[in-house]
């Protein structure tokens, strides 16, 4: 399913971290889309984020499309990136593609280089508000 027709889901927790870090980031177009879906989301309280949603912290399988390569990954804080350790940075075209999305979806994103790509989350891992944690 692709998520361009419906809502996503970010935890309260998580929007009050990054709006203030997305507002500060510059006009850049994955930060401009990034922007864009933190303003379509539904907030939630984290005890009521549903087990199967990318959060901040999340430890996700997914695919792109395009190209069948599936990556695990975890999605974090631009100062928490680390390619070795597969930690993707929020404000990467991978990471902003994936927050608020459950499993099983799809999501369209465009890369700088102009192309875009389709990723499809294949499984949650680990999610830190499934978890009881409330403030990773």
Do not use: C
């Amino acid at each position: 399913m692709t998520t361009e027709k419906r809502n996503i889901f970010i935890t309260e927790k998580d929007m009050e971290r990054l709006e203030p870090m997305v507002a500060g980031a510059g006009n850049h177009p994955n930060i401009r889309r990034l922007r864009e879906e933190l303003e379509r989301a539904v907030i939630v309280p984290s005890a009521e984020i549903p087990a199967d949603v990318v959060t901040m912290n999340s430890r996700v399988v997914f695919r792109e499309l395009e190209t069948g390569e599936e990556t695990e990954a975890t999605l974090v804080y631009p100062s928490q990136a680390d390619v070795n350790q597969r930690r993707i940075s929020i404000l990467a075209p991978v990471g902003a593609a994936l927050l608020g999305l459950s499993a099983g979806d799809e999501i369209q994103w465009p890369l700088p280089s102009g192309k875009k790509r389709t990723y499809k989350i294949i499984s949650i891992l680990y999610q830190p508000e499934a978890a009881g944690n409330y403030d990773l």
